[in-house]
Protein backbone atom coordinates (compact mmCIF):
# COMPACT_ATOMS: atom_id res chain seq x y z
CA UNK A 1 0.00 0.00 0.00
CA UNK A 2 1.34 3.28 -0.69
CA UNK A 3 0.05 5.62 1.48
CA UNK A 4 1.13 8.98 -0.25
CA UNK A 5 -0.87 9.50 -3.74
CA UNK A 6 0.21 12.77 -5.19
CA UNK A 7 3.90 13.01 -6.87
CA UNK A 8 4.61 16.64 -4.80
CA UNK A 9 7.78 17.21 -3.02
CA UNK A 10 7.42 17.01 0.73
CA UNK A 11 8.68 15.79 4.26
CA UNK A 12 7.84 12.12 6.17
CA UNK A 13 8.50 9.70 8.87
CA UNK A 14 8.27 6.23 8.86
CA UNK A 15 7.17 4.50 12.38
CA UNK A 16 8.89 1.64 12.49
CA UNK A 17 8.08 -1.82 15.01
CA UNK A 18 10.98 -3.74 15.90
CA UNK A 19 9.56 -7.34 17.99
CA UNK A 20 13.45 -8.25 18.61
CA UNK A 21 16.99 -7.82 20.10
CA UNK A 22 19.41 -8.07 17.23
CA UNK A 23 22.70 -5.85 15.74
CA UNK A 24 21.77 -4.48 12.44
CA UNK A 25 25.30 -3.28 10.29
CA UNK A 26 23.79 0.24 8.90
CA UNK A 27 26.45 0.47 5.73
CA UNK A 28 29.46 2.51 6.38
CA UNK A 29 27.74 4.18 9.70
CA UNK A 30 28.20 1.12 12.17
CA UNK A 31 26.16 -0.99 13.58
CA UNK A 32 22.74 -0.15 15.74
CA UNK A 33 21.52 -2.44 18.21
CA UNK A 34 17.70 -3.04 18.07
CA UNK A 35 15.66 -3.49 20.70
CA UNK A 36 12.01 -4.46 21.07
CA UNK A 37 9.82 -0.83 20.41
CA UNK A 38 8.89 1.74 17.68
CA UNK A 39 11.85 3.56 15.27
CA UNK A 40 10.59 6.93 13.89
CA UNK A 41 12.77 8.26 10.50
CA UNK A 42 12.31 11.65 9.38
CA UNK A 43 13.48 12.30 5.93
CA UNK A 44 12.31 14.30 2.98
CA UNK A 45 11.25 13.75 -1.00
CA UNK A 46 12.43 16.72 -3.55
CA UNK A 47 13.21 14.14 -6.24
CA UNK A 48 11.34 12.41 -9.03
CA UNK A 49 8.34 11.64 -8.07
CA UNK A 50 8.04 13.31 -4.60
CA UNK A 51 6.59 11.52 -1.32
CA UNK A 52 4.96 9.02 -3.14
CA UNK A 53 8.26 7.76 -4.93
CA UNK A 54 10.04 7.75 -1.44
CA UNK A 55 7.73 5.91 0.32
CA UNK A 56 7.08 3.58 -2.73
CA UNK A 57 11.08 2.83 -2.44
CA UNK A 58 10.90 2.63 1.46
CA UNK A 59 7.85 0.50 1.55
CA UNK A 60 9.36 -2.13 -0.64
CA UNK A 61 12.82 -4.41 0.73
CA UNK A 62 15.39 -2.74 -0.64
CA UNK A 63 17.66 -5.61 -2.88
CA UNK A 64 20.70 -3.27 -2.93
CA UNK A 65 20.52 -1.01 0.28
CA UNK A 66 20.89 2.89 -0.54
CA UNK A 67 20.04 4.98 2.18
CA UNK A 68 20.33 3.93 5.57
CA UNK A 69 16.50 3.45 6.23
CA UNK A 70 17.40 0.52 3.50
CA UNK A 71 19.51 -1.50 5.96
CA UNK A 72 17.05 -1.07 9.10
CA UNK A 73 14.02 -1.40 7.26
CA UNK A 74 15.41 -5.37 6.71
CA UNK A 75 14.63 -6.13 10.53
CA UNK A 76 11.88 -3.86 11.28
CA UNK A 77 8.22 -3.19 9.44
CA UNK A 78 6.62 -0.09 8.76
CA UNK A 79 3.41 0.82 10.99
CA UNK A 80 2.50 3.87 9.74
CA UNK A 81 4.09 7.24 7.62
CA UNK A 82 3.51 10.54 8.71
CA UNK A 83 3.82 13.35 5.66
CA UNK A 84 2.99 16.29 4.50
CA UNK A 85 3.26 18.17 0.92
CA UNK A 86 5.40 21.63 0.38
CA UNK A 87 8.75 22.87 -0.93
CA UNK A 88 9.48 23.41 2.16
CA UNK A 89 11.40 20.66 4.19
CA UNK A 90 10.18 20.43 7.55
CA UNK A 91 12.95 17.07 7.88
CA UNK A 92 15.42 18.86 10.04
CA UNK A 93 12.93 20.65 12.36
CA UNK A 94 11.52 17.47 12.73
CA UNK A 95 14.64 15.37 13.93
CA UNK A 96 15.15 18.13 16.31
CA UNK A 97 11.91 18.12 17.88
CA UNK A 98 11.90 14.20 18.25
CA UNK A 99 14.78 14.31 20.07
CA UNK A 100 13.13 16.34 22.75
CA UNK A 101 10.22 14.34 22.89
CA UNK A 102 9.78 12.58 26.54
CA UNK A 103 10.63 8.69 26.00
CA UNK A 104 12.68 10.03 22.56
CA UNK A 105 16.49 8.29 22.28
CA UNK A 106 19.02 8.39 19.27
CA UNK A 107 20.05 4.24 18.84
CA UNK A 108 22.48 5.66 16.32
CA UNK A 109 24.37 9.20 15.76
CA UNK A 110 24.08 10.58 12.48
CA UNK A 111 21.53 7.90 11.28
CA UNK A 112 20.09 8.99 8.12
CA UNK A 113 21.49 12.61 8.77
CA UNK A 114 25.47 12.48 7.49
CA UNK A 115 24.75 15.52 4.98
CA UNK A 116 23.50 17.34 7.95
CA UNK A 117 24.21 19.27 11.19
CA UNK A 118 21.13 17.22 13.09
CA UNK A 119 22.47 14.52 16.12
CA UNK A 120 20.05 11.59 14.24
CA UNK A 121 17.30 11.29 11.96
CA UNK A 122 16.29 7.87 13.62
CA UNK A 123 14.73 8.05 17.26
CA UNK A 124 13.65 5.19 19.96
CA UNK A 125 10.55 4.61 21.27
CA UNK A 126 9.38 1.75 23.79
CA UNK A 127 5.68 2.62 22.84
CA UNK A 128 4.39 3.69 19.74
CA UNK A 129 4.34 7.33 18.97
CA UNK A 130 1.46 9.30 17.75
CA UNK A 131 1.96 11.92 14.35
CA UNK A 132 0.43 14.61 17.01
CA UNK A 133 3.80 14.66 18.33
CA UNK A 134 5.40 16.18 15.70
CA UNK A 135 4.97 20.52 15.49
CA UNK A 136 3.59 20.78 12.00
CA UNK A 137 -0.15 19.01 10.93
CA UNK A 138 0.74 15.64 9.03
CA UNK A 139 -1.34 13.31 7.44
CA UNK A 140 -1.11 9.92 8.81
CA UNK A 141 -1.44 6.72 7.03
CA UNK A 142 -1.23 3.49 8.74
CA UNK A 143 0.99 0.88 6.58
CA UNK A 144 0.31 -1.78 9.05
CA UNK A 145 -2.61 -1.74 11.96
CA UNK A 146 -2.30 -1.38 15.26
CA UNK A 147 -2.68 -5.32 16.65
CA UNK A 148 -1.53 -6.64 13.11
CA UNK A 149 1.01 -9.02 12.41
CA UNK A 150 2.17 -7.68 8.37
Not at 36 to 55: H, I, T
Not at 86 to 106: D, F, K, N, Y
Request: one cysteine or more.
Amino acid sequence: MIPATRTEPGTYALVLAATKKMVVTIGQLGEVRLRPGFYVYVGSAFGSGGVRARLNHHLRPAARPYWHIDYLRMHALVQEVWYCYGRVSWEHEWAQHLETVPGASIPLPKFGASDCRCRSHLFFFRSRPLGDVLPRKVEVAAVCPKGSSC
